[in-house]
């Protein structure tokens, strides 16, 4: 398997663009997890889903932050509209409940918002 | 609650010396227990987990966990400090019988390592 991946790898754009990230979980897992990561806050978790159902967006900062899950294979998050503030990597993970919830990072997105 | 806390943001050793990263765990059932690394611009990856079979766990890398269940903690070691292991590091518990499929991660720690 190839592992988690997520597309763009990195991204610049201007305040007030819509953003959207992509992944694809390792084939097979039940659960995906977005993450972002900065200097300031650590690794939050933004929300997860389990079996392409969204279990827990508590993590979610605001209602211009959305995320999707159209099937096993494929999420993405949605920022609309973008802030300087949401510059960040944003990292997706997926698990397999019986495998201990271990969780398998994909390569991230740094996105730069300007 | 679950919580994980490691102690220190920030370690430095000396190349050859002894590394100890320190994690502390609070779980109201037997947990599992992971570290991971985060290299400069990559992804978090596994050094090891505890899943309740041997106490002491080898990981990639030379790397180490010894669970203490009478001081919830799960300590990473390695015996000589390597250049390429300067990186971020992450403790997570997730409990055992949990259903909701989340690890809860430390702050994690760096580890900078000196010529």
């Known amino acids: 398997d190839a592992g988690v991946i997520q597309s763009p790898r990195h991204e610049v754009t201007e305040m007030g663009q819509e953003v959207t990230l992509r992944c694809k979980p390792i084939?097979?897992?039940?659960?995906l997890f977005w993450y972002r990561q900065t200097m300031m806050r650590g690794l939050e978790l933004l929300i997860y889903?389990?079996?392409?159902?969204?279990?827990?967006d508590s993590g979610m900062p605001e209602d211009r932050f959305s995320a999707k899950m159209p099937n096993a294979s494929f999420s993405t998050l949605k920022i609309q509209p973008s802030e300087p503030r949401d510059s960040a990597v944003y990292f997706c993970?997926?698990?397999?409940?019986?495998?201990?919830?271990?969780?398998?990072f994909g390569p991230g997105t740094r996105l730069t918002v300007l | 609650a679950q919580s994980v806390t490691q102690l220190g943001s920030h370690v430095s050793v000396s190349e050859g010396a002894l590394v100890l990263l320190r994690c502390n765990y609070s779980s109201s059932v037997p947990p599992y227990l992971f570290w991971y690394v985060q290299y400069p611009n990559q992804g978090l990856q596994l050094l090891l987990k505890y899943t309740s079979a041997a106490t002491l766990v080898k990981g990639i890398n030379g790397f180490e966990a010894e669970f203490k269940k009478s001081e919830t903690s799960f300590h990473l070691t390695k015996p000589s400090a390597h250049m390429s292991d300067a990186a971020e590091y992450f403790c997570a518990v997730s409990e055992k019988g949990s259903n909701t499929g989340k690890l809860i991660f430390g702050q994690g720690t760096t580890l900078q390592v000196k010529p």
């Open positions: 084939s097979g897992h039940d659960y």
């Open positions: 993970a997926s698990s397999l409940l019986i495998l201990y919830n271990e969780q398998f």
């Open positions: 889903f389990n079996n392409n159902v969204p279990i827990d």
